[in-house]
């Protein structure tokens, strides 16, 4: 199974994709003031006389520049089958392989690094790379070879350290501190760094220290909208809605389409039961992007809160089309099928969710499914599926009132005397008066039991 990196890894790489390739490109393949170009401490090893240069590598070149990539890919593949120990122009092969989204860019990355080891580019390009593909262990070896390159150029190493930040920012956050410690010695201070800085914070537990680097860079970025989500989450976090929601009103007067503050918003005010203020903000959310399942799910799961139960199975039908298989995404729609007492779909959709008990993220979602199987199957009049729900149940909620009402009607149904008799009586013994009708139904049924012996 790949390693998973953090979001943001891949934000970074991304930004990095094509990495020097065009810093180099000129460089690589033209003589006199071009040279220049180079990052300090890269070596052009393609540098020949003038009357002796390949004529393809002033092509290459200028397809480079003109980010034509489809062109300078067949120059590139020429050039190193001319040339195939030559680190540079198998270098720039990759990087145009990279952009095209071709997967032996990893592999010629490497035959660039095997022809010269201590050239910093491919190094920093694979690592990059893998980071991306979610392999994290070579990803970091080649990052880590990247950033202590000693004439390697200074910005590039930087950006090897930040990414090997980013890589361990989970997994080993002090680790990480150090590693964004060395950049900033190698290049000045930027917003992600700050923004690192206070997610580092938080993942050590210092969440003092994480909100004063997210309010640093709000000093200086007061529309840094990342800045914005992390402290927000961070305040939520700590129990002062009201200090988040000053933040994100503010932020949202400048930014109003903004949507990941938007989604806080919303959610800030879901939390606070508040679906009248919650509701308009996802709707225009998901009018602006119906593509976004999160918006949708979120949305729907607000529908079902504030009672519009039709509107939420709408939408938790077409997410089920491109999910299928999501468990809870079945249960939260076989929940809005049961206010609309549609017991039969919702029992066959929560079978299908409970096929596979360990699909579920968290017990509790599987104990919610099994109750809701219970439930639906009970109205449905399927006794024995009910249960059977109440048995999953069982294995990781404790019993509740409506849990030993459910399974002493289920006996009941069954015919089984004593064990319905003994579930009535639990019942009463914990109800207190909190389930009325289900109350004087146990009591009846009791009389009517005693008869019958």
């Known amino acids: 199974m790949p390693e998973k990196t953090h979001p943001r890894m891949n934000r970074i790489a991304s930004r990095h994709r094509t990495l020097p390739t065009l810093i180099l490109s000129a460089a690589l393949f033209v003589t006199g003031t071009l040279h220049a170009q180079l990052p300090a401490g890269t070596t052009d090893t393609t540098a020949q006389p003038q009357t002796q240069q390949d004529p393809l590598r002033a092509q290459a070149s200028e397809a480079l520049a003109k980010q034509d990539y489809p062109t300078a890919l067949k120059l590139l593949t020429t050039l190193a089958e001319k040339n195939p120990h030559d680190a540079q122009i198998l270098y720039n092969l990759a990087s145009t392989q990279e952009a095209l989204d071709q997967p032996a860019a990893e592999s010629t990355y490497r035959q660039a690094i095997a022809a010269n080891p201590n050239l910093l580019e491919p190094h920093l390009a694979l690592g990059l790379l893998l980071a991306r593909s979610g392999k994290s262990s070579p990803a970091r070896t080649e990052l880590a070879a990247a950033s202590i390159i000693p004439d390697g150029d200074p910005a590039l190493r930087a950006r090897a350290y930040r990414a090997l930040a980013r890589l361990d920012q989970q997994s080993n956050p002090s680790g990480a501190s150090e590693e964004l410690l060395a950049a900033l010695k190698l290049s000045p201070e930027t917003p992600d760094d700050i923004l690192l800085s206070g997610e580092l914070a938080e993942a050590a537990n210092d969440p003092a220290a994480a909100e004063s680097a997210y309010r640093r860079l709000l000093a200086t970025d007061p529309q840094n909208s990342q800045a914005t989500a992390a402290l927000v989450h961070l305040l939520i976090q700590q129990k002062k809605p009201d200090q988040a929601e000053i933040i994100l009103t503010a932020a949202l007067a400048k930014n109003p389409d903004d949507p990941t503050l938007n989604s806080q918003l919303a959610s800030l005010y879901q939390s606070q039961n508040k679906p009248d203020q919650a509701l308009p903000i996802l709707e225009k959310l998901h009018a602006a992007h119906p593509e976004d ?97 109440l048995e999953i149940r069982g294995r990781v909620l404790p019993q509740s009132p409506s849990s030993l009402f459910l399974a002493a009607t289920a006996h009941d149904k069954l015919h089984q005397a004593k064990q319905a008799t003994d579930l009535y009586k639990q019942f009463l013994s914990v109800a207190n008066g909190q389930f009325p009708d289900e109350e004087w139904e146990a009591r009846h049924r009791l009389i009517a039991l005693e008869h019958t012996k």
Not at 311 to 317: E, G, M, T, V, W
Not at 335 to 350: G, K, P, S, T
Not at 371 to 379: E, N, V, Y
């Open 293 to 389: 399942p999160n918006l949708a799910r979120l949305l729907a799961r607000l529908y079902s809160r504030s009672g519009q139960y039709d509107k939420a199975d709408a939408l938790y039908a077409t997410l089920s089309t491109a999910s299928p298989n999501d468990p809870t995404l079945l249960d939260d729609r076989a929940d809005a099928l049961i206010h609309l007492r549609n017991f039969a779909e919702a029992e066959a959709l929560l079978k299908r969710a409970l096929a596979d008990p360990k699909a579920f993220p968290t017990s509790d979602d599987l104990g919610a499914a099994a109750s809701h199987l219970a439930f639906a199957a009970s109205a449905n009049n399927d006794p024995t599926t009910t249960l059977q729900a």
